[in-house]
């Protein structure tokens, strides 16, 4: 049983571009979490998904994120317009169910460099 | 909001040493997760605490929820190189289900 499955590990776009970060949740698992780790920060919840429904959505920035996570295929959390300060690694995880009874499954992560 | 604060932030052990990291919650603790993160991985889930004075062991780590001081801490009897890494610990900050996290404490140890 594959873990979560965050592709690519390394990203690099030129300021202005977009990233596209994909998220293959655990089999059986519904609902996935979206993480952003700053340098010398810690993990900050960007935002909550369950299958096609944005559950919550409040650490997200207002502008140029956006996430979902379709009814087939991996959770997709986009970033338009990069800017330096997007840099940073952004990790998924994952839980069989709404309530974090036994702990979220992360990925590795993807490591998004803007230059 | 709710603010987990850790420490100490980083902290250099001999190897065989013990050493204790600590959790402190500016809010009433619904559970505390502790996760271990390697650099450049991701997050290792190490143990969930539910209740007050419950108290886990996995191996040569152990954790510890207070309650009432809304604090945890993670103990690691003789330290080992394998130990190194990030530890973070975690609380539920919303209804919905999200954990927020401290900025976790860098463990090294020398051998």
């Known amino acids: 049983n594959a873990g979560v499955m965050q592709n690519p590990r390394h990203l690099v776009r030129r300021r202005g571009q977009e990233a596209r970060l994909r998220c293959s949740p655990m089999?059986?698992?519904?609902?996935v979490y979206w993480y952003r780790q700053l340098p010398e920060e810690g993990l900050k919840f960007m935002v909550y998904?369950?299958?096609?429904?944005?559950?919550?959505e409040s650490g997200m920035p207002k502008e140029r994120f956006s996430a979902e996570f379709p009814k087939e295929g991996p959770s997709i959390l986009r970033i338009q317009q990069v800017v330096r300060g997007d840099s940073a690694a952004y990790f998924c995880?994952?839980?069989?169910?709404?309530?974090?009874?036994?702990?979220?499954?992360f990925g590795s992560g993807t490591r998004l460099t803007v230059v | 909001s709710q603010e987990l604060e850790q420490s100490p932030q980083s902290l250099i052990v001999q190897e065989g040493k013990n050493l204790t990291i600590n959790c402190t919650s500016s809010?009433?603790?619904?559970?505390l997760y502790w996760y271990k993160q390697k650099y450049g991985e991701g997050l290792i889930f190490l143990m969930m605490?539910?209740?007050?004075?419950e108290e886990k062991s996995h191996e040569k780590i152990t954790a510890k929820l207070d309650e009432k001081k809304q604090q945890s801490s993670l103990h690691i009897t003789a330290s080992q190189p394998s130990h190194a890494g990030i530890y973070l610990c975690?609380?539920?900050?919303?209804?919905?289900?999200?954990?927020?996290f401290g900025k976790g404490t860098k463990l090294s140890v020398k051998p």
């Open positions: 995880a994952s839980s069989p169910q709404s309530q974090v009874t036994y702990g979220y499954t």
């Open positions: 089999k059986g698992h519904s609902h």
């Open positions: 998904l369950q299958k096609e429904n944005i559950i919550d």
């Open positions: 809010k009433t603790l619904y559970g």
């Open positions: 605490l539910q209740k007050g004075g």
């Open positions: 975690g609380a539920r900050g919303g209804s919905q289900g999200n954990l927020i």
